[in-house]
């Protein structure tokens, strides 16, 4: 594909509700990123993907967060009884090789999600 | 902790040349990365300094300082499509955590007015 792609692109949830993010990386790209932006903030690192394996989660606010990425390719951002301060636009990234002390993060365009 | 300041907002007029501060205390340093970020979309990739000095590309250009903590974005002759958030992003480290967690600023919001 020509970039990294996310769906859905906005989610409209009520508080407690299980939601799914999904993110599609630039084909090839082997390292996969997710961030997450809230009102007026920059980007906050939550998880990193080498390959199928979460090379660090340290950035998962607490655990009704968790991601996946099972082929290698794409992933899924999961999180269980949403919080109202959950709400936030979710940012997927990926590079090429998993040497990233040496490459650029390309962004997609977010899901927004907004948590009632 | 990790701190990178850049102003909150800033003004310019079409044709003319804004430069945009960024500066930043980390526990290391392996490059520094801006990035445009126009309302409800993806940040995208401006430009990425890992030594000091000048790097242009079209009308866009960053320099940096390792010494100061310190770099710019300076853009030139503006287009109203410029218009946007300009995100600093400080990469800290040659393994582990610090060399793939982008650690960013909370952007300063570009309005460019006729």
């Known amino acids: 594909g020509a970039g990294v792609s996310q769906t859905p692109s906005n989610k409209v949830t009520e508080k407690g509700k299980y939601v799914e993010l999904r993110c599609d990386p630039i084909?090839?790209?082997?390292?996969l990123y997710w961030y997450r932006q809230s009102l007026g903030q920059g980007p906050e690192f939550l998880i990193y993907?080498?390959?199928?394996?979460?090379?660090?989660d340290s950035g998962l606010p607490n655990d009704r967060f968790f991601a996946v990425r099972p082929e290698g390719s794409v992933s899924t951002l999961k999180i269980q009884r949403t919080e109202r301060g959950d709400s936030a636009v979710y940012l997927c990234?990926?590079?090429?090789?998993?040497?990233?002390?040496?490459?650029?993060?390309?962004f997609g365009p977010g899901t927004r999600l907004l948590v009632l | 902790g990790q701190n990178i300041d850049q102003p909150t907002e800033m003004t310019a007029t079409e044709g003319a040349i804004v430069q945009i501060n960024c500066t930043y205390q980390?526990?290391?340093?392996?490059?520094l990365f801006w990035y445009q970020q126009h309302a409800g979309e993806a940040p995208t990739f401006l430009s990425y300094?890992?030594?000091?000095g000048l790097e242009e590309k079209g009308r866009f250009s960053s320099f940096l300082s390792r010494s100061k903590g310190y770099s710019y974005l300076l853009l030139k002759e503006l287009q109203m499509k410029d218009s946007a958030s300009y995100l600093c992003?400080?990469?800290?480290?040659?393994?582990?955590?610090?060399?793939?967690?982008?650690?960013f600023g909370k952007g300063t919001k570009l309005s460019v007015i006729p």
């Open positions: 990234a990926s590079s090429l090789t998993g040497t990233p002390s040496q490459e650029t993060q390309y």
């Open positions: 084909s090839g790209h082997t390292a």
């Open positions: 993907f080498q390959g199928t394996g979460a090379a660090d």
């Open positions: 980390t526990s290391g340093f392996n490059g």
């Open positions: 300094n890992v030594l000091d």
């Open positions: 992003a400080v990469r800290r480290g040659y393994s582990g955590a610090g060399s793939y967690q982008l650690t």
